[in-house]
């Protein structure tokens, strides 16, 4: 079956735009999640969604960042007035809910800001 | 707080060696603990995890890892590395505090295989 994708593969944006990456979780997973890879680092944590809420959001940086999940199913994370140090790769996963253990990752976005 | 810490940032086997990665944890109970493999371009795909019991893990790929309480630890083995092995592996631990899973990870261990 289908996995989780993430479009757009990549983008490159000027300093103080604003974009919008989007998940594609596998159909039926209510957990998502969104990470953010920066060069040479793990992925770090940024927000957990059960169903359409946001249970989690302990993990975005600062008032830039945002996301929302308004039926359940695709996720958008935006960003406002990118800065160079956004430029990261941003990873979503998708699970089955809470309680389960195995998150499925998408490829993810690489995101430059240039 | 909860933490990861992978000491080995490259590590260089080669093809038909044994490789053991190296995993410690900090974390205030016991944890969920997570291999991963990453590929250039791909997803991070699981390897395997632990929940409870056997502290001997198996996973796919002809990985296993070990829990040991008494060392924080957790660490990846494999007997006879082949050179598709060559990824970035990460370790990770959740706490499954608040009904979510998120995941804390360590910051990878580059592996090379030489063939």
């Known amino acids: 079956g289908a996995g989780v994708s993430q479009t757009p593969s990549n983008k490159v944006t000027e300093k103080g735009k604003y974009v919008e990456l989007r998940c594609d979780p596998i159909s039926g997973h209510t957990a998502l999640y969104w990470y953010r890879q920066s060069l040479g680092q793990g992925p770090e944590f940024l927000i957990y969604f059960q169903g359409t809420g946001a249970a989690d959001d302990s993990g975005l940086p600062n008032d830039r960042f945002f996301a929302v999940r308004p039926e359940g199913s695709v996720s958008t994370l935006k960003i406002q007035r990118t800065e160079r140090g956004d430029s990261a790769v941003y990873l979503c996963?998708?699970?089955?809910?809470?309680?389960?253990?195995?998150?499925?990752f998408g490829p993810g976005t690489r995101l430059t800001v240039t | 707080a909860q933490s990861v810490t992978q000491p080995d940032i490259h590590i260089t086997v080669s093809e038909g060696a044994s490789l053991e990665l190296r995993c410690n944890y900090s974390y205030g109970a016991t944890p969920y603990l997570f291999w991963y493999v990453q590929s250039p371009g791909q997803g991070l795909q699981l390897l395997l995890k632990?929940?409870?019991?056997?502290?001997l893990v198996q996973g796919i790929k002809g990985f296993e890892a070990e829990f040991k309480r008494s060392q924080s630890s957790f660490n990846l083995r494999k007997p006879s590395v082949h050179w598709s092995d060559a990824a970035e592996y990460f370790c990770?631990?959740?706490?499954?505090?608040?009904?979510?899973?998120?995941?804390?990870f360590g910051t990878g261990t580059q592996l090379k295989v030489e063939l």
């Open positions: 996963a998708s699970s089955l809910g809470q309680g389960s253990s195995e998150q499925y």
């Open positions: 632990y929940f409870s019991g056997d502290t």
């Open positions: 990770a631990l959740t706490g499954l505090t608040g009904g979510g899973n998120k995941l804390t």
